[in-house]
Each structure stands twice: as C-alpha cells, then as structure tokens.
C-alpha cells in the first residue's frame, strides 16, 4: 500500500468524518429518524477517519491520484 493521502487531506477527512459520525446522534435532524440516512452517514464518516489514519484511499489509486508532496530526488 503506498500512501496517497497527503496532511491537509488527512484533516479535512478527519473533521468532516467525526461530523458525519456525530451529528445523526447529536444534531436532531428528522432526517436522521429513518435508519438509511443514519448508517450511511456514519460509514462514510468511519470510512473517512479509517482512511485519513492509515494514509491510503482506495479510491485514489485506482484513479491514479495522491495528494501526497512527491520527495525531490
């Protein structure tokens, strides 16, 4: 696994997972009365945390893209 999921990235996937995970608990939307919307919004936003930890989206690769600076040789 090569890392393609450089540091603004990683911040930005972890505030906008905690939000997706948090907010059907906290927020008292009736959209997140049906059970659809709830899980879904919470595995997008583990899905976001678990990639910004580990560095890697699947996503990016098979795309071809990285967010990552390349080292100068």
């Given at each position: 696994?090569?890392?393609?999921?450089?540091?603004?990235?990683?911040?930005?996937?972890?505030?906008?997972?905690?939000?997706?995970?948090?907010?059907?608990?906290?927020?008292?939307?009736?959209?997140?009365a049906n059970p659809v919307w709830?899980?879904?919004s919470v595995i997008v936003g583990?899905?976001?945390?678990?990639?910004?930890?580990?560095?890697?989206?699947?996503?990016?690769?098979?795309?071809?893209?990285?967010?990552?600076?390349?080292?100068?040789?």
């Open positions: 696994m090569r890392i393609n999921v450089g540091t603004p990235d990683r911040i930005a996937r972890i505030v906008i997972g905690a939000v997706l995970v948090l907010l059907p608990f906290v927020s008292g939307m009736a959209l997140f709830l899980w879904a583990v899905v976001l945390i678990v990639t910004a930890l580990v560095r890697f989206c699947p996503l990016y690769a098979i795309l071809g893209l990285s967010t990552c600076k390349v080292p100068s040789r």
